[in-house]
């Protein structure tokens, strides 16, 4: 009788987490119906151009939708690291890893957006964790994580169902009674005045989203009037280094990074602020700070896919090579 009560509640309990989510997913942000907060000239521009305000209703769907991969990635994360991680290199950890994980990985996202009837493109791209924790699949199959990772449950936790890498610090502590020093790893904290300027940059971002949205979208992302449009592939050489497309060329790059910029450090605002961990930085100024093309793909863009594919795809094929 107590089994079955319990099994009733669960049920219960299940049944009324998917209605809450029906509802919350209810309205699907297909179409923009928001109205400009304040209007301005632009000089030199023709037209009346506006700042959007957020929609809370769209951010608390991403919200959610990161909530939900986080919590099924802590659980696939036990089993990771306990059967596939401990046992790497395996035929047991290859069979749970190609076998299981990584194939339940990839299917996450296209059942979760058709059970919710997600069809806004943004709130598609937020279910990207399941990708993430692909990758860590294969690190753990074939040992290729980052040194403080697997040191304990904990960081291994850490280290999976965060959105946004967090950086640690290795530290140095001395056991009594052996008089033996021995290293361990440690979230890296950010003080107060970190956090004001994480909030801050965010800030910044999202105001300049929305400043180069209301300029760009009446011209398709293109202000200046080029010879040929930038998307066409039938354009002579003359075409490509004409000085509006340069400039158009530009501002799409802008716009893009000032985007990705925004996905990542919104995510990685509530990580600095709530728990106070420092997280790795997403862009480190690339347009402006490289000095060669190597330097740009290499060291300055897009900083946390680079890490996760050298960890995830990188290393491993390396040693299956080596293996073979």
């Known amino acids: ?27 699907k942000h297909v179409i923009d119906e928001r109205e400009p907060v304040v209007t301005f000239p632009l000089p030199f521009l023709e037209g009346t151009y506006g700042l959007l305000p957020p929609t809370v209703d769209f951010w608390n769907q991403m919200g959610a939708l990161v909530l939900i991969q986080i919590v099924v990635i802590a659980v696939v994360s036990f089993v990771l690291y306990e059967h596939v ?39 598609r791209v937020g279910l990207y964790l399941p990708i993430q924790l692909t990758l860590h699949t294969f690190e753990a199959m074939y040992g290729t994580h980052n040194p403080w990772a697997t040191t304990s449950m904990t960081n291994y936790l850490i280290y999976n169902c ?20 021995y290293h361990y790893y440690r979230p890296s904290m950010l003080s107060a005045t970190e956090k ?13 989203i929305g400043i180069m949205y209301s300029i760009c979208l009446p011209y398709d992302v293109e202000p200046f009037d080029a010879p040929v449009p930038s998307y066409t ?10 000085p509006a497309h340069l400039a158009n060329t530009f ?36 347009l402006t700070t490289s000095t060669t093309p190597s330097e740009f793909w290499g060291a300055k863009w897009n900083l946390v896919v680079q890490t996760h594919l050298k960890g995830g795809i990188y290393k491993p094929l390396i040693r299956m090579i080596s293996i073979s």
């Open 162 to 181: 965060w959105p946004v890498p967090i950086v640690f610090d290795k530290q140095q502590q001395q056991q009594q009674q052996t008089n033996h020093h």
């Open 251 to 286: 501002v799409g790059g802008v716009l893009l990074l000032l985007i990705l910029d925004q996905g990542v450090s919104l995510i990685a605002l509530s990580v600095n602020i709530i728990w106070g961990f420092r997280t790795m930085p997403i862009m480190k100024n690339p």
């Open 233 to 242: 592939m039938q354009h002579g050489l003359a075409d490509l280094f004409h």
């Open 85 to 123: 991680w401990k046992k790497q290199r395996t035929i047991t950890a290859y069979l749970i890893g190609y076998g299981f994980i990584i194939p339940c990985s990839v299917y996450f996202p296209f059942f979760v957006t058709r059970f919710l009837g997600i069809e806004n493109r943004m709130l």
């Open 1 to 27: 009788t107590n089994k079955q009560t319990n099994t009733e509640k669960n049920y219960n309990r299940t049944k009324q987490i998917m209605s809450f989510l029906k509802v919350l997913f209810r309205d």
């Open 196 to 208: 004001w300027q994480s909030v801050l940059h965010n800030i910044v971002v999202i105001v300049s």
